[in-house]
């Protein structure tokens, strides 16, 4: 949902110079959305009917500048693959939030996985993801002006 989001975002404002991409630590490649994701997405006026899982690789870690993840899961298995250095939290990138060494931990800022629940629950992902997405855009469009 959060590749569908990013991409409409980003048409609506005629940006070309940034390419999104999807990829699941637990996936498999090629398959489709789930139907929760369906349905949230056609809710909202776009549709993930064409969209195919991709299992996260090196070579997409070595490919991407910035690497958003939901949770600390995904952060882990990005680091592992040696993208430590370009990879953050969706929430916690969108927010300016970030691990400074104090301590203070900003997993309050995952975004639990949907997967398996409820309508509802599908809806309630598609929200935070719509005010994340919408907050890391501004911050990445913000901070190629200068």
Do not use: C
């Not at 882990?76 to 060494?101: C, F, I, P």
Request: overall charge negative; aromatic content about 6%.
């Amino acid at each position: 949902m959060a590749e569908g989001i990013a991409k409409g975002l980003l048409g609506d404002r005629a940006v070309e110079s940034v390419e999104v991409r999807s990829a699941g630590t637990h996936a498999a490649d090629g398959s489709p959305a789930s139907g929760g994701a369906l349905r949230a997405a056609t809710r909202h006026g776009w549709s993930l009917e064409s969209h195919r899982s991709t299992f996260l690789s090196g070579d997409l870690v070595d490919w991407a500048d910035l690497i958003l993840v939901m949770g600390p899961g995904h952060l882990h298995q990005v680091e592992r693959l040696g993208g430590g250095e370009k990879v953050a939290l969706l929430g916690e990138y969108a927010s300016g939030e970030s691990g400074d060494g104090s301590g203070m931990s900003t997993t309050h800022l995952a975004i639990p996985d949907p997967f398996g629940g409820n309508d509802a629950r599908y809806e309630q992902t598609y929200q935070t993801l719509d005010r994340y997405v919408t907050m890391a855009l501004r911050r990445l469009s913000e901070g190629s002006e200068g």
